[in-house]
């Protein structure tokens, strides 16, 4: 039975900052943030939006009424969970209306979480090939104002629909998983912001990636040529970039130019929102799918996943003949076009205008976010949501 990722959604904020105006505020060459980083904006999550709310926007686009029927386990992946026990899936779940016979979990190991997610809906697809599962990657990446991470920010969310049958991309067998125990970016209980050693967070991503990718060619007998493309977890767009380019001597020329040419349109939307954590690797699959024109049914995708900590997995998928069909390319495109620019200023305080920490009641103006879901406020220190269009 194939079983794979049968609907993929995505939402990003409705504003976002141009990098090179960050970069002149910031005082560094716009050309570090634009090649060296290689990110052109940033989304940036107004109050109105947190993980949860990113996420169902994300769902809202892809969820037909089958699927609130047949959805029986939402997995929500995230880094930047809004509560310490009660998992963001339960609530997705209920802004959704999905069907109260279901399981609603949170799962969490940095920005790996939505790949744990899709390989446990795989497992459960396997045992109930006639349901379906939801899993969300979403997250809002803050490292703070004017800190080395501030470049690598960004907001979003993506949800995939996995069944049996899945209309976009079967998932190949052959997974390669590793862990192992370091702290190259992590954010204790007390803290907001993440804590980050970038460079050696630089290093660990490629040596995981140079670990699985050796275990993945020997365990499936394939190589660089019988890929179309390689997604990566994508912190920024340059990171992905330097993991290829390890392993490109591997292949002839041709392949070379071929991944390397692919990795631009893998790169595209990743370029434009930012780091959104869990949902990154995803983001960059659905970049690759909705960009690349010639992109043929059976193709075969690599997709590398990295979470610092760090767990690392290296696993294929197969293109399903008329996946196009099945994409939402013009409503990402709207998404894109609708978007606002805000000043580096505006920026800055709406970076700084977070829930209150002391329990007290808030009342939120939904009015400015465009968002069919909003966060609206908390009362008695429970968040309140509102889904405009029920
Ligand atoms: N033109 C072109 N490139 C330029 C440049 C210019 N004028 N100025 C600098 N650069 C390049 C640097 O050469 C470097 O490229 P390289 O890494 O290929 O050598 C790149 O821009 C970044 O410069 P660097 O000095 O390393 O930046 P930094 O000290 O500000 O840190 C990160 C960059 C990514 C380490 C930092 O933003 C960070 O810690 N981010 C969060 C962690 C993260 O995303 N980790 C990824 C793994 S999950």
Redesign the pocket.
């Known amino acids: 039975m194939k079983i794979g990722i049968d609907k993929i959604g995505f939402y990003a904020p409705h504003i976002y900052v141009d990098m090179n105006k960050l970069a002149v505020a910031r005082n560094v060459?716009p050309?570090?943030f634009t090649?060296?980083?290689g990110q052109s904006q940033m989304a940036v999550a107004p109050v109105t939006q947190d993980s949860v709310s990113l996420a169902a926007n994300a769902a809202l686009e892809i969820i037909d009424d089958e699927d609130r029927e047949k959805i029986d386990f939402v997995i929500f992946g995230s880094e930047s969970g809004i509560d310490h026990s009660k998992s963001g899936a339960v609530y997705v779940h209920q802004l959704l209306g999905l069907n109260p016979h279901a399981r609603a979990i949170e799962v969490k190991q940095a920005?790996y979480g939505a790949t744990a997610g899709i390989q446990m809906a795989k497992g459960h697809i396997a045992l109930n090939p006639d349901s379906k599962v939801l899993v969300l990657g979403s997250d809002i990446a803050r490292?703070g104002l004017k800190t080395?991470?501030e470049?690598?920010q960004g907001a979003g969310a993506v949800a995939m629909i996995i069944s049996a049958n899945p209309r976009i991309m079967e998932l190949e067998e052959h997974n390669v998983y590793l862990t192992n125990d370091i702290m190259d970016?992590w954010r204790p209980i007390y803290s907001d912001m993440a804590f980050?050693d970038?460079?050696f967070?630089?290093e660990q991503?490629i040596l995981f990636f140079n670990k699985v990718w050796e275990a993945y060619k020997e365990k499936a007998g394939l190589q660089l040529s019988d890929m179309e493309a390689i997604c990566f977890h994508l912190?920024?767009t340059?990171?992905g970039l330097?993991a290829l380019r390890t392993v490109l001597d591997e292949a002839s020329e041709d392949v070379q130019n071929r991944l390397l040419y692919n990795y631009q349109a893998s790169t595209t939307y990743n370029r434009n929102v930012g780091?959104i954590y869990t949902g990154s690797l995803y983001l960059s699959l659905l970049s690759l799918l909705e960009n690349k024109e010639e992109l043929q049914d059976g193709a075969r995708i690599g997709m590398y996943s990295?979470g610092?900590g760090a767990v690392g997995e290296f696993f294929s998928g197969i293109l399903q003949p008329g996946f196009k069909k099945h994409l939402f390319v013009e409503a990402h495109q709207q998404l894109f076009a609708r978007r606002k620019e805000v000043s580096v200023e505006e920026y800055e305080v709406i970076f700084e205008e977070t829930l209150p920490k002391d329990g007290s009641d808030i009342e939120l103006d939904i009015t400015k976010d465009p968002a069919a879901i909003c966060l609206s406020g908390t009362i008695d220190n429970k968040r309140q949501y509102v889904n405009k269009l029920r």
């Open positions: 060459e050309e570090k090649i060296g980083i920005c490292y080395s991470g470049s690598t970016f980050v970038g460079k967070s630089n991503y912190p920024y340059k990171m330097k780091n990295y610092s």
